[in-house]
């Protein structure tokens, strides 16, 4: 299928868009309207995040776009749509419209978003049916949870290995391998794997690649152009940016069989986000690039000043020249991202009174808004958790550096 059935239609569903042209020449007259007259393939991820997915509005000329509730859309009695629209959990307007900006920032063939990224998560894995996947050892635990306890019963056999050797990868590969999850960088670990090495050995294998890019982000890491198939993201974090929207997204290399088949499952099983949380969504798309560099910047500079502390044991942060997978991290990534971990206090309590002294970090689970958020992971995971106990797992907001370094230092030196 060609690339131009998803850039001129966005729609999630196959055979479905067939949009309606205007008399203006290159302008649409209903949403999606943009790619008629852009040509998004020339242009920067910072153009991208505020044009791609809607155009003024041709009802209303609005700039900010519409919100459309409705769930159902007039046709033809003989079955015609005039928009490419039916019904809103086989897709709308807004969906559309954050599916086809999504696509455009990590140049992908189409892309679907999902109610939460675990429900992005879940649907990939459904749609290829009973099989092996392999998943890195410190991935999301949420991700290696679902795929054990929820869809292990329904014939999924999973392997867990450690990807910083992609040889691992090689040696977990059995014939019934459908699938090799990637996570980088890991949450909690911030473990950094080689996507293009781990996507080549998956193919070689007869398996897809799909590479979990949310603490990567569109920004800083693009997991198509490295060789992998799928780009996940719960956008729920950095792309939503704010804390205040659930949701997920699948981004595809090519529009073949694997997209019908997911779309199917998410079309048949219903994981849709609402229009209003696309609308969110794309809202804070707007301003992504934004975001990400200065909590990038932010990161680098607390990752520095803490791994001096003396009331420091570790800190975790592919930034710095120490970090295990740094060079792949350099090869790889445009800037090494807002997440980092740190090992501070001699117990899982002493870790989480030092937290509790932060003034301007939130004891908060999540990641990726405006504001600094840390908590300690081993409390949270439970028993299979990897997590050192004394690990805190900080998300870098937008905060003046100084005002965070100095909150860090006085909740430190506290504890001595
Ligand atoms: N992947 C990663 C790396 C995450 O950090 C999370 C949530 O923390 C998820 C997936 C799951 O996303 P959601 O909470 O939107 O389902």
Not at 319 to 324: D, F, I, K, R
């Amino acid at each position: 299928m060609s690339r131009d059935f998803f850039f001129g239609t966005t729609s999630g569903v196959p055979n479905a868009p067939k949009p309606r042209w205007s008399a203006d020449p290159g302008r649409m007259l209903f949403w999606p309207a943009t790619n008629s007259r852009t040509n998004f393939d020339r242009m920067r991820l910072e153009t991208l995040a505020v044009h791609a997915g809607h155009d003024v509005d041709p009802a209303t000329s609005a700039v900010t776009p519409p919100i459309h509730l409705s769930t159902t859309f007039a046709r033809e009695t003989d079955g015609r749509e005039h928009t490419g629209f039916l019904y809103s959990r086989y897709t709308n307007p807004n969906r559309a419209g954050l599916e086809q900006c999504l696509s455009a920032l990590e140049a992908g063939a189409g892309a679907t978003v999902f109610s939460s990224g675990s429900a992005a998560t879940m649907t990939l894995m459904q749609a290829l049916g009973p099989s092996h996947v392999i998943l890195p050892d410190d991935a999301y635990f949420g991700s290696i949870r679902l795929a054990r306890e929820v869809l292990g019963p329904w014939g999924m056999d999973v392997s867990t290995v450690d990807m910083r050797d992609p040889a691992n990868v090689r040696a977990a590969m059995k014939p019934s391998t459908k699938l090799v999850w990637v996570e980088t960088p890991s949450n909690p670990l911030l473990t950094i794997l080689d996507i293009a090495a781990i996507a080549e050995i998956a193919h070689a294998g007869g398996a897809i690649c799909a590479v979990d890019n949310t603490w990567g982000t569109p920004v800083l890491q693009r997991p198509l152009e490295l060789g992998a198939d799928v780009s996940m993201h719960s956008t729920t974090k950095y792309l939503g940016g704010h804390g205040d929207v659930l949701g997920g997204a699948l981004i595809f290399r090519d529009g073949g069989d694997l997209y019908q088949r997911v779309v199917n499952v998410q079309m048949l099983g219903g994981a849709v986000p609402s229009p209003f949380e696309c609308w969110l969504t794309m809202r804070g798309i707007r301003t992504l690039a934004v975001r990400v560099n200065v909590q990038t910047s932010n990161a680098a500079a607390l990752a520095e000043f803490l791994s001096k502390h003396p009331c420091v044991e570790a800190v975790h942060y592919p930034g710095l020249a120490s970090h295990a997978g740094h060079e792949i991290a350099k090869k790889q990534m445009k800037a090494f991202g807002g997440m980092m971990s740190v090992q501070v206090g001699a117990s899982r309590q002493e870790s989480m009174d030092i937290a509790g002294r932060l003034q301007l970090f939130a004891y908060a689970t999540s990641l990726g808004g405006t504001e600094s958020l840390i908590e300690n992971r081993a409390s949270v995971e439970g028993p299979s958790t990897r997590a050192p106990e004394n690990l805190l797992r900080v998300s870098i907001g937008l905060e003046h550096i100084d005002d965070l370094k100095a909150d860090f230092d006085q909740a430190l030196r506290a504890a001595r």
